[in-house]
């Protein structure tokens, strides 16, 4: 089973591709962790996609290809993948189709998890106290949903038209988002 998370930034991609990880023995892809971890070890990946992600704007398709291909071949044998944050605009999701089919797999299923403007601003402004990401304030947050709907919104179109978009609201206690999230993998 390959599953995509997509959703607007601060939606709850991270703590719900946790959760279902754990459940459905999924290897999670996290392109934004990743680049995270880059940018810590200050990489040469690392120092180029740091003022991007602070200026709220996609990485390169350059950059986040090299990031796919070594997490796919550091999990050869998964039984399946989660990608959370990838696909993030239409020429990655071209490339995530051509990598299917390499694979020779397909995606099950893809859960827009739906939160509003409002409820955004709050949760990135409190997880900015608490874990002090350099693109988690007020200013690059509005770039950053201005990013999402340019870029990553066609998506939706995109991945409907294919017949796999699954939406689920992305408000109110995690729980019970987790169990929207587990009754539709279970009826996939
Ligand atoms: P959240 O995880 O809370 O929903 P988010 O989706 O904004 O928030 P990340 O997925 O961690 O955060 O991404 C942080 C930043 O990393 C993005 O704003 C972007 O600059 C860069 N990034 C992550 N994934 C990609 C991608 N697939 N393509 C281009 N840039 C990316
Ligand atoms: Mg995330």
């Not at 390959?2 to 459905?24: D, R, S």
């Not at 770039?143 to 017949?163: C, D, G, H, S, V």
């Amino acid at each position: 089973m390959n599953l995509v998370l997509l959703g607007p930034p601060g939606a709850g991609k991270g703590t719900q591709a946790n959760l279902i990880c754990e459940k459905y023995k999924l290897s999670h892809l996290s392109t934004g962790d990743l680049l995270r971890f880059e940018i810590a070890n200050e990489s040469e990946i690392g120092l180029k996609a740091k003022q991007i992600i602070d200026e709220g704007k996609l990485v390169s398709n350059d950059i986040i290809i090299n990031v796919i291909k070594s997490f796919f071949n550091n999990n050869k044998n998964s039984s399946g993948y989660l990608l959370d944050g990838f696909p993030r605009n239409t020429e990655q999701a071209k490339l995530l189709d051509k990598l299917m089919l390499e694979l020779k797999n397909k995606l099950s299923c893809v859960i827009l998890l739906d939160v509003d403007e409002k409820h955004l601003k709050d949760r990135i402004l409190s997880r900015s106290k608490e874990e002090g990401r350099s693109d988690d304030n007020e200013e690059t947050l509005i770039k950053r949903l201005e990013t999402y709907f340019n870029e990553t919104m066609p998506l939706i179109k995109y991945y409907n038209e294919a017949k796999l978009l699954k939406k689920v609201s992305g408000v109110g206690e995690i729980m019970h988002i987790n169990q929207s999230i587990n009754s539709i993998i279970d009826h996939l």
